[in-house]
């Protein structure tokens, strides 16, 4: 989508104009778009105004009466007092995703007009930019194109006057780089798992780097071996699909900056494996990639916005199936870190996969931070529904950090314990670590923290993020089914706190 600055209302041809409404005032105020029309039109729109639907995201079309030629696009804000951040990204979202039900393809607005309360102006219009981009996406990919085509938006033009034009275009720039690397995350994600395999994931990976010039490493199995990594080879085993290891630099700081780490869990397709999921528990399961998706998109962004600090992900990129060389329960997989992995259930792999990938962060970098990003756990689904990914990190301070940062780009976070008297679920019997809990299945979520923190201890500041609750957008969110690129902008939020 086109993201075009306009200080000149004659110069654009677009006749579609965006009218935010808040339901206490039940008029439109302070426009300049609206000046800009005879008085018999403006008293048509404050009379429509009037009786408007003006809930959150509501979307009332006005087709300007008389010789005027254009539409009006009444947006419902909700009450004034209560519009802040979060009612912001809906609007901008219903107004997208209204325009493309009305086959509306571009509009002028004035972004001024949306400001939420507690954010600075350009912020405002960067978010405005990354979620436009975000309801403009819709997995159509595998789709028969109908007769009249796709209706996507095509332009959005932000009427601003001429002192802060400069900026706004620069915001907006950088808004869209978010929204376009969360459209990337969000179609790797929605592609089936027998199409996004270990290989393409890791192909997709070093495309995407090219792209932005920076390095991408991938480690295949036989490598995978001589590192020790225990963990991963054996999820790997019982797939015909060769598990990858990507790993991506990227250097906007002085090689003597410590780097932020990223990891993303990348299981392509999670079966379960011997431990086989039931029908219905297993189809979203191509999505149990969407942790490396995000990681891997997010790096990109962060260098294609150039951001002063520097930043590594790791992700394995691993199939889980059952078949006769799948691991098994009561196997004990030797991980690179040297402990053993008691396998309790083989459908608890992220787990396993990530405790090589940490050690591997262990060995080779020097982090400032390590993240990572999984669909790690049904359970924290059950615990918080659908609207805030679970936080768990022994450091309470940097959870709080992870937290707030998340409230501020989108990706909503919500805190878990992880006091040290779970830690003992973790325990094996004949190995070191226990990958799931034996008996009672009490505390999944906090049970999958504690088992990655086993190989996170010498990380002073380390987070894990099960993203589960996450991975797909639901209804209310104004976003196209399926994955929903969660993390993404978390991670560049982050990296931007970070950058020099
Ligand atoms: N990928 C799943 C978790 C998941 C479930 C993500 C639903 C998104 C939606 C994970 O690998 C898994 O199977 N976890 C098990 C853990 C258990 C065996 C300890 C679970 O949640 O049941
Ligand atoms: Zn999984
Ligand atoms: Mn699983």
Redesign the pocket.
């Known amino acids: 989508m086109k993201h075009s600055v306009i200080t000149n209302l004659s110069k654009t041809q677009i006749t579609t104009y965006v009218l935010p409404l808040f339901t206490d005032e039940r008029a439109v105020k302070d426009s300049v778009l609206v000046d800009t029309f005879s008085q018999s039109i403006k008293d048509f729109i404050q009379k429509v105004a009037k009786d408007a639907i003006v809930a959150v995201g509501s979307i009332e079309k006005i087709i300007l009466p008389g010789d005027e030629i254009g539409v009006v696009i009444l947006l419902g804000m909700g009450e004034r007092e209560k519009y802040n951040r979060r009612k912001y990204v809906k609007v901008v979202r219903a107004l997208i995703q209204g325009m493309r039900n009305m086959h509306i393809v571009s509009a002028v607005l004035e972004p001024s007009l949306f400001i939420p309360s507690g954010t600075a102006f350009v912020e405002s219009v960067n978010m405005f930019a990354t979620n436009a981009e975000m309801a403009n996406y819709e997995f159509v990919a595998h789709k028969e194109t109908p007769k009249e085509g796709w209706y996507f938006v095509q332009e959005l033009a932000y009427y601003t006057d001429q002192s802060q034009k400069d900026l706004v275009v620069t915001s907006l720039g950088e808004g869209m780089v978010v929204g376009e690397y969360m459209t990337h995350a969000r179609e790797l994600s929605n592609m089936p798992g027998g199409d996004m395999t270990p290989t393409v994931l890791a192909d997709s990976a070093r495309r995407m780097a090219k792209d932005v010039g920076i390095s991408c490493l991938i480690i295949d199995e036989k490598e995978m071996a001589t590192m020790g990594m225990g963990g991963i080879l054996g999820v790997s085993k019982g797939s015909v699909e060769d598990a990858q290891l990507i790993v991506l630099e990227y250097n906007g700081a002085e090689k003597s900056e410590k780097p932020l780490v990223f990891l993303g869990?990348g299981?392509t397709f999670?079966s379960?494996g011997l431990?086989l999921?039931p029908s219905g528990?297993m189809n979203?399961?191509h999505?149990?990639m969407a942790g490396a998706a995000s990681v891997i998109s997010a790096i990109c962004a962060i260098a294609k916005l150039g951001l002063k600090v520097n930043v590594v992900g790791v992700c394995p990129a691993v199939e889980?199936m059952p078949s006769g060389q799948s691991y098994r329960p009561g196997d004990l997989l030797k991980s690179m870190s040297g402990k053993t992995i008691e396998v309790?259930?083989p459908?608890?792999?992220?787990r396993v996969v990530l405790a090589d990938a940490l050690t591997y962060t262990e060995k080779h970098y020097d982090p400032a931070l390590v993240v990572d990003l999984a669909?790690?756990?049904?359970?924290?689904?059950v615990a918080l529904g659908t609207n805030a990914s679970a936080v768990l990190s022994p450091n309470e301070e940097f959870s709080k950090e992870v937290c707030s940062i998340g409230e501020k780009s989108g990706d909503y976070m919500w805190p878990l314990p992880m006091w040290e008297e779970y830690e003992g679920d973790v325990k094996g019997v004949f190995g070191d670590v226990a990958?799931?809990?034996r008996q009672r299945?009490q505390a999944?979520t906090i049970?999958?923290g504690m088992f990655l923190y086993q190989f996170a201890k010498s990380f002073t500041k380390w987070a894990h993020i099960d993203i589960?609750p996450t991975?797909t957008t639901t209804d209310g969110q104004f976003l196209s089914k399926g994955a929903s690129g969660t993390g993404v902008r978390f991670l560049v939020e982050l990296a931007r706190s970070m950058s020099l």
């Open positions: 869990k299981i999670d379960g431990d999921k528990a979203e399961m999505m149990d889980n309790v259930s459908d608890a792999e992220g669909t790690l756990t049904g359970a924290s689904i990958n799931a809990e299945r999944g049970n999958g589960a991975m």
